[in-house]
């Protein structure tokens, strides 16, 4: 039942910005951006999220375009310790129910 | 400090046994969940509970049964194990009406 569409898999080099984008065309109003990962072997990490405004924290940023159809989550400066599996999540708020699609895996190379 | 944890970390066992899953946190959240991520990697959710109240209740056999003794506190019991419920099993909690879960390290379920 997911809404969002995320390219299955990403390279990117360390130190470098990692942008993943995250295309959700059917969202609504009252929806949140939500962006989640998950390391190999570890539980699911929650990073960042949003509803119209670009958002930023001490992990990432996100980018939502004006319209909200899709957005995009930067890590300014990749490591090797981001390589992870990135879930793009929208919903309204509604008791943790966050349903996960595949993500896109994100690579990390020295 | 482990914000939340369960245990075991690994479990194997035969079909048809009982176990269960514990976990605790420590962050004073009032919501409580269970995730299951299958084979495919595909996470989805079990139950939620809410200062030890059933909210959420996917459709899961009955055969998983989560208890909550406390609010720190959600088990998950699972009764005559098939082969279908090898997975990893993830616990989390959040603030109430807050969608930033906080999960645990996970529960690897091999059902032999």
């Known amino acids: 039942d997911a809404k969002t569409t995320q390219p299955p898999s990403m390279d990117c080099a360390e130190g470098r910005a990692a942008n993943l984008p995250c295309n959700h065309s059917?969202?609504?109003?009252?929806?949140?951006v939500y962006w989640y990962r998950q390391i190999h072997s570890q539980g699911p990490q929650y990073i960042i999220h949003g509803l119209k405004n670009n958002e930023t924290n001490e992990m990432a940023s996100l980018i939502i375009t004006e319209d909200r159809k899709s957005s995009t989550l930067i890590l300014p400066h990749a490591t090797l310790r981001d390589t992870a599996v990135y879930y793009c999540i929208v919903m309204v708020n509604q008791g943790g129910k966050l349903i996960f699609g595949q993500g896109t895996e994100l690579s990390v190379k020295p | 400090d482990t914000a939340v944890s369960q245990t075991p970390k690994y479990l194997v066992t035969q079909m048809g046994n009982d176990k269960s899953i514990k976990c605790e946190q420590n962050?004073?959240?009032?919501?409580m969940y269970w995730y299951k991520q299958d084979s495919k990697k595909f996470l989805k959710i079990m139950f939620s509970y809410n200062n030890k109240e059933l909210i959420i209740n996917e459709t899961v056999p009955n055969r998983f049964s989560p208890k909550s003794p406390d609010k720190a506190h959600l088990n998950l019991h699972i009764n005559s194990l098939e082969l279908g419920d090898s997975a990893v099993y993830f616990c989390a909690s959040s603030p109430l009406g807050w969608e930033k879960l906080f999960f645990g390290s996970g529960t690897q379920l091999s059902v032999l």
């Open positions: 059917t969202i609504s109003g009252n929806e949140y």
């Open positions: 962050l004073g959240h009032d919501t």
